[in-house]
């Protein structure tokens, strides 16, 4: 099966530092593909050079098998890709509803549509859609976002991402400020996703979550892609093995 996106011999030095060295990834449209490794493998700049938010020094990306320059987040969204990344990217002084929106607001229909007035009913009603699909706490569609729980956060970034994905989505670390019932919640979106054939890249530290959705895991150590495994067939020996060195 052709890769939805690909990348083959990404690399990226900070200074001194190498963060990709000569990386490679590759999803599956209808796949869960997690990425782990330690800190500072390179998994967020993995991630970033991949979606518009980072330069390579070199490298090649395709999308759909096709070579293609993603060169900033507006072309990755345009493209049906989305990203959760850990600091959530959302406007603290805007309630749950215009942050999902922002950008992508819905004009009402006839004059008032052109004067610029939003359809605020049907932002609502398909805001309020998304957080029934991921069981989620926020209740408050008024309140400003700044004023809400780590996790409500993490929700309204996650459920405005799977709203928008229309091809890929990458979750970093999902499920990091979630108590035990949102996890699951999100746990089983993911699944849902997948099935509705879009791709989904999980990071997480959490091996237990990792080998519950994935159906590969692609290993990252020192700036490049390590190992890769069938979800099914993989133990969380084998994955701590190639993170640490073990298969390196």
């Given at each position: 099966m052709t890769p939805l996106l690909e990348a083959?011999?990404?690399?990226?030095?900070f200074g001194h530092v190498q963060a990709l060295d000569d990386a490679a990834f590759d999803v599956c449209a209808g796949e869960v593909v997690a990425l782990v490794g330690d800190n500072g493998a390179g998994k967020s700049t993995l991630v970033k050079a991949m979606t518009g938010n980072l330069d390579a020094?070199?490298?090649?990306?395709?999308?759909?098998?096709?070579p293609v320059r993603i060169e900033t987040?507006?072309?990755?969204?345009?493209?049906?890709?989305?990203?959760?990344?850990?600091?959530?990217?959302?406007?603290?002084?805007?309630?749950?509803?215009?942050?999902?929106?922002?950008?992508?607001?819905?004009?009402?229909?006839?004059?008032?549509?052109r004067l610029g007035f939003m359809d605020e009913k049907a932002m609502r009603a398909r805001a309020e859609e998304g957080f029934r699909d991921?069981?989620?706490?926020?209740?408050?569609?008024?309140?400003?976002?700044?004023?809400?729980?780590?996790g409500q956060r993490q929700q309204i970034a996650i459920v405005r991402a799977i709203t928008?994905?229309?091809?890929?989505?990458?979750?970093?670390?999902?499920?990091?400020?979630?108590?035990?019932?949102?996890t699951r919640h999100v746990l089983d979106t993911v699944k849902r996703v997948r099935d509705?054939?879009?791709?989904?890249?999980?990071?997480?530290?959490?091996?237990?979550?990792v080998l519950e959705v994935a159906d590969r895991v692609?290993?990252?150590?020192?700036?490049?892609?390590?190992?890769?495994?069938e979800g099914k067939d993989t133990t969380?020996?084998?994955?701590?093995s190639a993170m640490t060195g073990g298969l390196g």
């Open positions: 083959r011999g990404l690399s990226r030095a020094d070199r490298g090649e990306l395709f999308f759909d098998g096709a987040p507006a072309q990755a969204s345009a493209m049906g890709i989305e990203v959760v990344y850990q600091d959530l990217a959302l406007a603290p002084h805007l309630n749950p509803v215009q942050n999902m929106f922002l950008g992508r607001e819905i004009p009402r229909r006839g004059p008032l549509g991921l069981g989620g706490t926020v209740t408050d569609f008024g309140a400003r976002v700044g004023e809400m729980s780590g928008w994905a229309g091809r890929l989505v990458f979750l970093d670390e999902p499920t990091a400020a979630l108590g035990v019932v949102q509705k054939g879009i791709a989904v890249v999980l990071i997480s530290h959490s091996m237990p979550e692609q290993v990252m150590r020192l700036g490049r892609r390590v190992a890769v495994f969380v020996e084998q994955l701590v």
